[in-house]
Each structure stands twice: as C-alpha cells, then as structure tokens.
C-alpha cells in the first residue's frame, strides 16, 4: 500500500511536530504528522507567549533558518515588548503574548497548505525495527538496527525511512491536583502509551520529568482597575525576519500582581497534601520555572512574590496567571488566589495542576538528533529533558533538517556553539546530559556578543537557503539587506561631523563637547549616541537614511556593529581558536577504557558519550584539561 508509506514520519504536533513536519515536507520529503487531536495543532498548553530571554534568540533563529514559529508569532500577537533593553545588545531578548486559538489555528492552516506533508489524526502506539545486518549502512557505527514504521492505536501500520519522536508530555502522562492524579498528557487530553515500552525494549534508557501549569481565570471577574498594567512596545518590532509580517497593532496590556504573607500561609496549609512534597510526584520538576509551592520552601522569607496576568486571546475571557504554577489541592488554590489583590471575586475556569511524563536521556543522540542505538530514528523537544515552545520547535526544526539531509546523501546540518542558540542547546543536551528540565538562558553561551537576536539573519540563513527553506526571494531581501547595513557603516567612516553641529546634542545625551571634528563613526560608538537621537542634528544622515530607504532594522544592524566591533572582534577571535578542537575528530568505536593516561572518571564519560570531536570532549563534566590534552597527543598533533 503505497499511500502508507511516507520519507518521515513526525509523532506528535507539538510545536517541535510542528516545525518538523513543515520543514520536511517544504525540503522535499513526503511526510505524514501523526498527531492525536489536529484541533489542537501545536497548542499553547502552558502559557500563551512566544519567546523571552535567550527565547526569544532561538526564534529569530528558527526563523533565519526558515521556520515558521517567528512567522506564525507575529500573525497571532497580541503584544510585543522587547525584554532588557536597558542592557546590551547581547541581552535584548524579543516576546511576544499570542492569541492562543489562533496561534493554533495559523499553524494548522500552514501544515494543511504544505505540499507533501500528510496528517493522520491517530495515537502512534508502537515503533517497528528492523535489524542492521552486516554491510547494511549506518550512520554511526554503535546503531545495531533502523527504524522502519510507526503502529497506531487504531491498527494502522506506516511505513517510514525516517521517524522523528515529539512526545511533549504525552508519554504515559500523569497529571496531580491535590490527591487527585489522572492520566493524561495536558487537561482534556489522554496520555500516549506504548511507545516508551517500545524503546526501553530495543535498549533506550528513559526517566521521569515533571512540568505544571497554573490556573486559568475569568477576566469578567478581575478588578483590572487597581492593578498595574503592563503595555507592549510604543514602537513593536516583530519575529520574523521576512517582509511578509508586519508588527502587532492595538495591542492588548498585562498586568503585574503580588502574593501576599496571607496568600502564602494559605499556600502553606496544603504542603501536606501536594504532591510535589508526599512523595506522589517522582519526577524532576524545572528549578527556573517552579511552582509557587517550590517558591515559598526555596524562598521561604519573602512575603510576596510577582505574578503576571496574560490574556490569552482577542475573543476570550481568559487569563493566564503566569508565575503562579501549582500541583495543590484546587481548594487551596481557590483560597489563595482570592486573597490577591484585584482577583476577590474571582471565577477560576480551571484550576493549576502538575504532569509527570517520560523522556529520554539526550546523551543518547547525535548532534543531529539522531539516536545512537537506532538508525533513522530521531528525537526532539521535551522527550529530550526540555522545558519550552521555543528550544521543542527549535530542536524539531534541525531533526527535520537532518533527517532529509540523510535521506539525500548529505551531511547533516551541526550548528556550533558560536553559530547559534540552537547549536549551544543541542551541544548541551548532547554533551553535558540533563538532571532537570533544561531551558535556555543567555549564560549558557559563550558567545553572547555574537549570539545576538538582530544578527540571527545573517548568521543563520545563508544556511536555510543552502538547505532549501530560504526561498529566493527572501535571500534576495537578505542580500540587499546587508549591503545597506555595509552601505550605513562605510558612510559614517566617511562622514566628517564639526564640533559645532554635533556638540549642543552630546551634551543633551550626557557627552562631553567635542574639540574638534571627527567621523561620524567614533561619535556613534559613544554612550547614549544613537541614529535614532543624532539625525535631528544632522540632516545630511537623516536624508541618506531616507533616501536609500533603510528600515529599522538595518539602521538598528548598523548601530549594535559599530559600537560593539571590539567585543564582537574579540569573541570571534576566541572562538576561531577554539574551533582548532572542533576539526580534531575521534573515531567513532575508539575505545577509551584502553587509555590508561586518562583518568577513570573521563574513561567512563567518554566511553558513555563518545563524543565525536575533542571540542566537545573538552566539555563534557569530569574530563579534565589533562585528558584533553592526552587526546590531543593521540588524536591531535
């Protein structure tokens, strides 16, 4: 049966589903989404949000590379701020507040118009393997067999080269209010069966996380008058890099309420009852996105803690009360939240309650995203220890990638660590292991400055157009792009600005007064001096910006250049040094144990991990820089 065979088949439309199968599908692959409600297409099951710090990077990423998360964010937003302005370029981190249905809506509509992508609405119950005989290719040479289908739970068999796991928190999914536990993988939706089973049977190692979400309110029955709103930009910027999006309009506030020692102490009457502290839950919960219960026993003297409430839409009385996650019996939640300010006659939709699902240790994958034990077989979002949209649909992008690059003969797509967000969270996972739900901050990266979020276009989709998800269109807008960034750059070198008519706006921005002339260049690269701020003083910049039709962000490109060239000159310069151990290969099946100058402990690592270069040994916890340099004497010089 022709029809039930496909190139890739994508478990779970999530959003690293989502961007999988888009991704495949637009590559050239003919894929099916196997998803267990299309409803619910890459549902905001927790908060109704787009980026954040360091999130906000992997969507501009996602989009360089030609995802589609930036593009279906600005379609759907209801709010745009851009988070950590006061602070340098390297920290600026863009968010976004989505209409929730339509966010799911938009990216059904995408899926649903994508040539060679096939959705079947069905639970996958069963992976089908086969074994690798002797001559059979493999990709790495520990893979002893290749995945070869999917069964459902309605007994349909697919066919399949490739299979790309994301779960989320559906596998064998168990959710906890108080004493009260039900299966299921997020409120109103059954729990997925089987195919943990079905992994720990051909070798995989699983584990338990845990992940909560917090009530839902009625906004007809909050008191917004005497609560601090929280507005969006004055002036929104957007995700997408592509012109077919536009900023958000009429956009929609937060607002800021506080616990209280009487909230708390409510809170506290229920500890004996929640299942995060009698030994119920199991599972591994996120130490950077708690529970307010987790809150007042890490906190326990403070007497308040900020919460936000979030719309979740244009067209609903729903809010989201961010920060306030809780697996507590629904009474005590009920109590406690009446006791905040602005919410006392408040009607909750539905009270908070945690989920406990199975992952997989990441240690078991590639780089690409394939796992070692299976051929063919790749993993993406929370299966691998994950927490959040944004790192799930970054990581079902380069599964997808990947994926099809194997089916054509092409080497995968490995994004570095000073490449890409996205490099330095696979590289982590790969490298480094989870023991909580992993998210992305800005400090795990080495390389912030050149990290940045205004840059993830040219660092990035060069790549998505060589790849095939640029079209050329949108690399033509790149290219132009760029050489109007290089245009505003060598401009400023040449322009030569008198003391004169600069020094009445240096001293308004807090400068000192120039004493003679000097290029436009050394002016900008001065604390509080912006082209936005100096163009009323020099009409000759404020026509040439007009004249060649450069748009914010090629202004704002030019801007973070000039004034951080140093900082950007020095990271690429430790970075290029570093790549020395990038280039610096270990065979796959070498045998480590057999290095008696290594100590034990980096033996049993690398024998565990096997990484696939020195770069990423040197990284690995519990190898030392004397077993570096012991591979170096084997393997380097």
Known sequence: MKKLEYDIIVIGGGHAGCEAASAAARLGSRTLLL??????TANMSCNPAIGGVAKGQIVREIDA??????????????QFRMLNRSKGAAMWSPRAQCDKSRFSEEWRHTLENTDNLYIWQDAATDLIFEDLKEGDERNFSEQTRRVVGVRT?????FAARKVILTAGTFLEGMMHCGAAHAEGGRAGDAASHGITASLEAVGFRSGRMKTGTPSRLDARTIDFSIL?????DEDPAKFSFSKQTRPVENQMPCYLVYTSKEVHDILRTGFDRSPLFNGTIHGI???????????????????????????EGRSTNEYYLNGFSSSLPWEVQWEAIHKIRGLENLHIFRPGYAIEYDYFPPTQ?????????????????????TTGYEEAAAQGLMAAINAHQSLVGKEPVILQR????????????VTKGVDEPYRMFTSRAEYRILLRQDNADIRLTPIGHRIGLISEERYADFVRKNEQVEKLIAYTRKYSVKADEINDYLVSVGNDPLTQGRKLYDVLRRNNVTFSSIQEALPRLKKFIATEEMDREVVEEAEIQIKYRGYIEREKFIAEKLHRLENIRIPDDFDYMSMNALTIEARQKLSRIRPQTIGQASRISGVSPADVNVLLIRFGR
């Open 65 to 78: 590379l030609g995802g589609q998360t930036g593009r279906i964010t600005d379609l759907t937003a209801i």
């Open 153 to 157: 739970r309605m007994g349909v068999e």
């Open 35 to 40: 998803t267990m409600d299309m409803t619910k």
């Open 285 to 311: 919960g996120p130490r950077y996105c708690p529970s307010i219960e987790d809150k007042l026993r890490t906190f326990a003297d403070k007497d308040q803690h900020q919460l936000f409430l979030e719309p």
């Open 418 to 429: 000073d490449e890409a967000y996205i490099g330095v969270l696979i590289d982590d996972l």
């Open 228 to 232: 601090e709103p929280q507005p969006g």
């Open 365 to 385: 994958l590639h780089h690409s995203l394939e796992t070692r034990p299976v051929s063919g077989l790749y993993f993406a979002g929370q299966v691998n220890g």
